[in-house]
Nanobody, 116 residues
């Protein structure tokens, strides 16, 4: 099992910044991919950004140029720097980890609210 604990959500005005962090613990060996997803009210959960153990990244088109994902393998953490936030970024953000390309784990979620 892998446990994921997120932190860093909150309320910010449009144009502001927030940084989300996620710490993984437990059976963290062979975690291949870590990432962030979000789910807004009434919408499906969607990919925001992901990063592989080798450092390759992938971003949703809606956040490219504004969000940056990073990973510290030594500390088993993944972070999401969110700049130029928009009201449409408002959602619950979930940390995700994939181990062995088979097992998927989720954090409990952290609320991000962007006011206009």
């Amino acid at each position: 099992q892998v446990q994921l604990v997120e932190s860093g959500g909150g309320l910010v005005q449009a144009g502001g910044s927030l940084r989300l962090s996620c710490v993984a613990s437990g059976s963290i060996f062979s975690i291949n991919v870590m990432g962030w997803y979000r789910q807004a009210p009434g919408k499906q959960r969607e990919l925001v950004a992901l990063i592989t153990s080798g450092g390759s990244t992938n971003y949703a088109d809606s956040v490219k140029g504004r969000f940056t994902i990073s990973r510290d393998n030594a500390k088993n953490t993944v972070s999401l720097q969110m700049n130029s936030l928009k009201p449409e970024d408002t959602a619950v953000y979930y940390c995700n980890a994939v181990r062995g390309f088979v097992y998927t784990y989720w954090g409990q979620g952290t609320q991000v609210t962007v006011s206009s």
